[in-house]
């Protein structure tokens, strides 16, 4: 492999020493839409190996493991475009409505895609919400959804009402999905989506759903909420005007969070429990876990914690 430095900006840990991570060389333009997706395979002869996607700005990676029957690997463009790899074969299908290439109405781009209980889903702005069915993608978001106003003289006096800009989602169910957006936290029961009570104004920017029933979300400026619909939510923020909460994960019974100012870890049993620094990790802008290791990435660097211990890995390009 060519030494080409890139930056990187998403990861997801596929198993304990097989991970795929996005990036985009450092030698293009910041305008040029180009995706480079890295798979490190601790166990192939060649760890490192890398697919090209042109034109393609990367939205958000997710291991599929149920909803096609046996496991893939997406790639999420801001314009719809999802991509599918696994052994011999891919698979690429657009998700009618999305991006700002789609004609009007313009709703905006996606920003995630996770698979809940069996299902995938994909998120956005104007308030997209998506379900992959048998038949493809189908609108879920109901009232949420809300396209950009057409622009007109008269604009500045109309007030138009604008979608929320849908950062992530995670589940439950079908009939127990949780929503993180520009306005706060929604939950959907099967029929529609209601607002969640939350005591914060902040921008939400990822939300997960724990296996105890506790529901976790994190935004700007340190917001921390935890609850459900049912219980209502809470405030356990650690309010900082310049830290942007990008992405949380469980590991090791500590709550993991990504941000711009590295990454951070809160005790979840403690009840007023303030968010630590991890040392030595200057930079993490997005983290994964899957087979007992915490998978951590910046922009110029790769971590992995397991057994207890933080380890670089080293990139060829970087």
Request: charged residues 20%; glycine residues 10%.
């Amino acid at each position: 492999m060519n030494a080409a430095p890139v930056t990187f900006s998403h990861c997801a840990a596929i198993e304990s020493d097989y991970y795929m991570i996005a990036a985009k060389p450092d030698a293009l333009d910041a305008e040029e839409e180009f995706t480079r997706i890295f798979y490190f395979d601790a166990q192939a002869a060649s760890a490192w190996r890398h697919t090209d996607l042109p034109s393609f700005t990367v939205a958000d990676l997710c291991v599929v493991g149920q909803a096609f029957g046996q496991r893939r690997y997406a790639v999420l463009s801001n314009e719809g475009d999802v991509v599918y790899y696994w052994p011999g074969d891919q698979l690429a299908e657009k998700i009618e409505g999305a991006g700002l290439q789609a004609g009007e109405p313009v709703f905006g781009y996606l920003n995630a895609l996770r698979e809940i209980d069996g299902m995938l889903y994909a998120c956005g702005g104007g308030g997209q919400i998506y379900r992959r069915d048998g038949s493809g993608w189908i609108d879920i978001a109901g009232a949420l959804r809300q396209p950009a106003p057409v622009l007109s003289a008269n604009l500045a006096l109309q007030s138009p009402e604008l979608g929320d800009d849908i950062a992530d989602i995670d589940g439950y169910a079908a009939d127990d999905l949780y929503a993180a957006g520009g306005q706060g936290l929604y939950h959907y029961d099967g029929h529609q989506w209601t607002a969640c009570e939350v005591s914060t104004d902040e921008i939400l920017m990822a939300v997960l759903c724990a296996p105890d029933g506790v529901v976790w979300a994190c935004g700007f400026n340190g917001a921390v909420m935890r609850g459900n619909a049912t219980e209502g939510f809470q405030d356990v923020s650690h309010y900082d005007d310049n830290m942007i909460l990008t992405n949380l994960a469980f590991f090791s019974g500590q709550l993991y969070l990504s941000s711009n100012q590295g990454l951070f870890r809160l005790d979840p049993d403690r009840t007023k429990a303030r968010l630590e620094k991890v040392n030595g990790l200057p930079e993490c802008d997005d983290l994964s876990v899957a087979g007992g290791v915490l998978l951590c990435v910046g922009p110029k660097n790769i971590h992995r914690l397991d057994a207890g211990a933080w380890e670089e890995l080293m990139h060829p390009d970087n």
